[in-house]
T-cell receptor
Framework: DQQVKQNSPSLSVQEGRISILNCDYTNSMFDYFLWYKKYPAEGPTFLISISSIKDKNEDGRFTVFLNKSAKHLSLHIVPSQPGDSAVYFCAARPGGSEKLVFGKGTKLTVNP | DGGITQSPKYLFRKEGQNVTLSCEQNLNHDAMYWYRQDPGQGLRLIYYSQIVNDFQKGDIAEGYSVSREKKESFPLTVTSAQKNPTAFYLC???????????????FGEGSRLTVL
């Protein structure tokens, strides 16, 4: 049973436009959500996070939105740059847990 | 510079052989984790350790073993009992309290194991 779902395996956008990556979850016990970025043959790096008590968190070009009623979060990248091309993983933490549950990832390609 | 070092980066082994993947961190982190990534799959937790000499099974621990004799080191052994060991293995660490407190993991660059 996949608790964190990234239904789009890939996304392609033009440089300068907005990239929107989506993530749905099923476990209402998740209290913290994170986005990681991963380049090929490298480990993921933390990008941005949001607590379940908030609905938006912003860091430069990256904004994460959380809609708890819909059990949906999204990552917005504005403006998109070619260097943003990578696989993006959505992750969630069940409250009080030592584990993160990861989605399958979305491969973003930003075309010059 | 502080970070997490995984070695080797690439490893080939024959079926039936045990293999040990190294993970060392100099971040002074208390908690360490091993994840496995397969193509088209998310990261799945194998084992994690909050303190020295203590570790817990993750979601897919069968066929793997770990040790935590030093704070800096968390080696993973892929045993011959692991049915499908070919994968990309990622080691991670985080500050005191682990994921429960901070949520954020710091990852190494990974080790790709191919069993022939």
């Amino acid at each position: 049973d996949q608790q964190v779902k990234q239904n789009s395996p890939s996304l392609s956008v033009q440089e300068g436009r907005i990239s929107i990556l989506n993530c749905d979850y099923t476990n209402s016990m998740f209290d913290y959500f994170l986005w990681y970025k991963k380049y090929p043959a490298e480990g993921p790096t933390f990008l941005i996070s949001i607590s379940s008590i908030k609905d938006k968190n912003e860091d430069g070009r990256f904004t994460v939105f959380l809609n708890k009623s819909a059990k949906h979060l999204s990552l917005h990248i504005v403006p998109s740059q070619p260097g943003d091309s990578a696989v993006y993983f959505c992750a969630a933490r069940p409250g009080g847990s030592e584990k993160l549950v990861f989605g399958k990832g979305t491969k973003l390609t930003v075309n010059p | 510079d502080g970070g997490i070092t995984q070695s080797p980066k690439y490893l080939f082994r024959k079926e039936g052989q045990n293999v040990t993947l190294s993970c060392e961190q100099n971040l002074n982190h208390d908690a360490m984790y091993w994840y496995r990534q397969d193509p088209g799959q998310g990261l799945r937790l194998i084992y994690y350790s909050q303190i020295v000499n203590d570790f817990q099974k993750g979601d897919i621990a069968e066929g793997y073993s770990v040790s935590r004799e030093k704070k800096e080191s968390f080696p993973l052994t892929v045993t011959s009992a692991q049915k499908n060991p070919t994968a990309f293995y990622l080691c991670a660490s985080t500050r005191r309290g682990g994921v429960r407190v901070t949520g954020e993991l710091f990852f190494g660059e990974g080790s790709r194991l191919t069993v022939l």
